[in-house]
Structure formats: C-alpha cells, structure tokens
C-alpha cells in the first residue's frame, strides 16, 4: 500500500514493466491484435491522481466505467478505516465488450462502504 511517495514511484516502475512484458509477449507471439488482455484485482491505491491508473487507462479499459459510466467510489476499507476504491477489471480487446459489471456483493452500494449489504468476509468488494 503506497503510505509514502516512494512506494507510489515503485509501484508505477513495476506496472509499467509488467505493461511492457504484456506488449512483448503479444509481439513475440504475433497476438498483437488477436488477443484479449485483462488485469484484475486489488490495486492497492485508489484511483484518483494516481499516475499508476493514469498508465493503465492509456491501453486498457475499465469493465465497470464502461458499463456505469464510472468508477465504484468504494471497494475497499482500510485499516485506517478510509474508504477507496482500489479493485478493478482492466482489459484491452478487439473482441470483449462488457455489457454488466458490478460489485460483490449485488446491491452494494457504490458510493459508501456502510451498506445495508452486511458485506463481512473481506476489507474488499470485488467489482
């Protein structure tokens, strides 16, 4: 979890690392254009002014965005107890086009984490 400027700077290095691995292997395999991508799962920051969401949304999309038009404002609460949104589905393809997405569990509320939901199993709602 980024606490310190640092750690923001070390996660963009390896995100932007691990796009480029991605590209290579797609090239390498000529799957350039005849592949679907997706990156899911907790990206342990939230997304507002975050330069690591900044790289991803320059070659891939958001399945939620898409589908509501924008973010989930909470899918996460800290042990800070601060809500953020920090689960995503990223995904890049000439194929894939979401036509539902949404939180877990149903009926979460995208705005708040103090839902009527009753959502106990994890810190996280996954999208």
Partial sequence: FPHYRFERHVRYKQM????????NYQRAKN???RSSIFLCGDFNSPY?????YQLV???????YA?????EPAV??????????????IFYRSNDF?????????????PMRWNDQTGWILSDHRPV
């Fill in 16 to 23: 932007k690392r691990f796009l480029q691995l991605i590209q």
């Fill in 31 to 33: 799957l350039t254009d």
């Fill in 48 to 52: 507002s002014n975050d330069p690591v």
């Fill in 57 to 63: 949304r320059r070659f891939y999309r958001s399945s």
């Fill in 66 to 70: 898409d589908v509501h038009g924008n």
């Fill in 75 to 88: 899918t996460h609460l800290t042990h800070r107890n601060e809500e953020l949104a920090v689960d995503f």
């Fill in 97 to 109: 086009r979401p036509i539902h997405s949404e939180l877990i569990p149903r009926g979460a509320n």
